[in-house]
C-alpha cells in the first residue's frame, strides 16, 4: 500500500480550508483598576516595566512612542439575557477609535472563541460568512488564577470584521448570519442586547518594544478600562505581543527568555495584580446574572 493513503489528513474545516494555526502569542497581566486614576500612572507602571526589562537583560525601546498620545476606545459587548455566547465560550465585540472626542475610522466586530484547550479552539471556524475580515488566532498568557509567578494560556481564535456604519443589527438573526459559527450556539427565542447595558471607555497607553533576543519581539502597552457612564475604572492590563508566521519561527531560548520576563514582572508589579479574571470577565460580573464562563 502506497505511503500516501498512511499519510495522514490535514484537518479542515467544512469548506477545505486549513484549520487555522495560531500566530500571535500575547502576555497579559491584569491590573488593579485603583492604580489608574490619573494619567501619570501610566508612567509610573512603565518605569516599573523599564526596572524589570534591566533586570531580566531584555532590551526595551521606547523612543518611537515616547510622543504618542493616549489611544481612546469605545468597547462594548453584545449576548443574550443568559449570557449564552460567554457561556459557550464565544465572544462578540464591537470597537470604536476616538479621536478629539469623535469616532475615527470604521468600527470594527469581532467574534471570539476562547478556550484553554488548543485543539479545540482551533475547530471552530470563526469566518464570516461575507466581508472585509481579518482572522487572528492567539494564545495568550496570563498569571495563575490564585498566585503570583506562574503562566496558563487561553487560545483565543478571532475574527474582526470591518463595519460600514457605527451601528450594527444585534438581532439574533442578523449575527447568526454574519458568523455562522454562532449556529452551534441555541439562541432560539433569545435577543441580544448590551451585556450589562455598559459601554466601555478604553485609555491605551503604548510604553515601546521588548525584545527577546533571534528576532522574537512584542509590543507593550498597559490599558484602563473605565465605565463611560460614569468614568469609574473597572480594570487595567499591561501586554506584550510577539507575532509570528509559523510556530517554528519562535526561537526556543527567546520564547523561554520572555516567559521567564513575564514571570518576573508580576513579582515587580505585584502591588498592581489582579488575579482570577479577565477584562470580558469583569464587564460580564458587573450585573445579577451568573457568568459560568470562568476563561
Request: glycine share 6%; hydrophobic share 40%; charged share 25%.
Amino acid at each position: 500500500m502506497s505511503t500516501a493513503k498512511h499519510a495522514a489528513k490535514t484537518p479542515t474545516y467544512s469548506d477545505g480550508h486549513p484549520l487555522d494555526a495560531v500566530h500571535y502569542r500575547e502576555f497579559k497581566i491584569l491590573l488593579k483598576p485603583d492604580h489608574f486614576t490619573e494619567a501619570h500612572h501610566f508612567k509610573q507602571f512603565g518605569k516599573l516595566l523599564r526596572h524589570a526589562a534591566e533586570q531580566q537583560e531584555i532590551a526595551l525601546f521606547t523612543d518611537k512612542v515616547l510622543a504618542t498620545p493616549n489611544h481612546v476606545r469605545e468597547v462594548v459587548f453584545y449576548d443574550t439575557h443568559h449570557f449564552d455566547l460567554y457561556n459557550h465560550a464565544f465572544i462578540l465585540r464591537k470597537r470604536t477609535l476616538y479621536e478629539d472626542g469623535f469616532a475615527s475610522g470604521a468600527p470594527e466586530l469581532a467574534l471570539k472563541f476562547r478556550h484553554v484547550d488548543l485543539a479545540t479552539a482551533a475547530a471552530v471556524d470563526v469566518r464570516p460568512a461575507q466581508g472585509d475580515y481579518v482572522v487572528k488566532f492567539k494564545e495568550e498568557l496570563l498569571p495563575l488564577p490564585d498566585k503570583l509567578g506562574g503562566v496558563r494560556s487561553l487560545y483565543s481564535h478571532n475574527v474582526v470584521l470591518t463595519l460600514n456604519s457605527a451601528t450594527i443589527d444585534p438581532s439574533v438573526k442578523h449575527i447568526s448570519e454574519t458568523f455562522p459559527a454562532l449556529k452551534q450556539v441555541d439562541l432560539s427565542g433569545r435577543t441580544l442586547a448590551l451585556v450589562n447595558d455598559i459601554a466601555v471607555e478604553e485609555v491605551l497607553h503604548d510604553l515601546g518594544e521588548l525584545h527577546f533576543g533571534h528576532g522574537v519581539q512584542g509590543k507593550a502597552n498597559v490599558a484602563v478600562w473605565r465605565r463611560r457612564a460614569d468614568e469609574r475604572p473597572l480594570i487595567g492590563e499591561f501586554a506584550f505581543q510577539c507575532k509570528f508566521k509559523r510556530a517554528d519561527e519562535l526561537h526556543d531560548k527567546a520564547s523561554r527568555h520572555a516567559e521567564k520576563f513575564f514571570i518576573a514582572l508580576q513579582h515587580g508589579v505585584r502591588d498592581w495584580v489582579q488575579l482570577g479574571t479577565t477584562k470580558t470577565r469583569v464587564v460580564y460580573g458587573l450585573g445579577g446574572t451568573e457568568v459560568r464562563n470562568r476563561e
